[in-house]
Nanobody, 117 residues
Framework: QVQVVESGGGLVQAGGSLRLSCSTS????????MRWFRQGPEKEPEMVAR????????TYMESVKGRFTISRDNAIDTAYLQMNNLKPEDTALYYC??????????WGQGTQVTVSS
């Protein structure tokens, strides 16, 4: 049974940091690109960052470059999103996605991040 579970969200003041975790099971983690998405209030979903299966390729949306870092530990089937210098506009529900193409696409339930000004 596939499981994708996010954790680490919460309420933080602007300028603070949070580390999101995405724990997975039920599939071959290293074969999947891992992505973090977010959806803010009354906004469209957007992909925040992505990391290749081996971890050697990473991309970020422009507004988080230099502040967020995506990583993964294939030994424990977990992906992370380190978020520093958080801003109120980062407030959103953050989702983890495991993607290997076609039907091989799994989502978690999300973890809420709220940044106060």
């Amino acid at each position: 049974q596939v499981q994708v579970v996010e954790s680490g969200g919460g309420l933080v003041q602007a300028g603070g940091s949070l580390r999101l975790s995405c724990s997975t099971s039920g599939f071959t983690f290293a074969n999947y690109e891992m992505r973090w998405f977010r959806q803010g209030p009354e906004k469209e979903p957007e992909m925040v960052a992505r990391i290749s299966g081996g971890g050697n390729s990473k991309t970020y949306m422009e507004s988080v470059k230099g502040r967020f870092t995506i990583s993964r530990d294939n030994a424990i089937d977990t992906a992370y999103l380190q978020m520093n210098n958080l801003k109120p506009e980062d407030t959103a529900l953050y989702y983890c996605n495991a993607h290997a193409g076609g039907q091989y696409d799994y989502w978690g339930q999300g973890t809420q991040v709220t940044v106060s000004s």
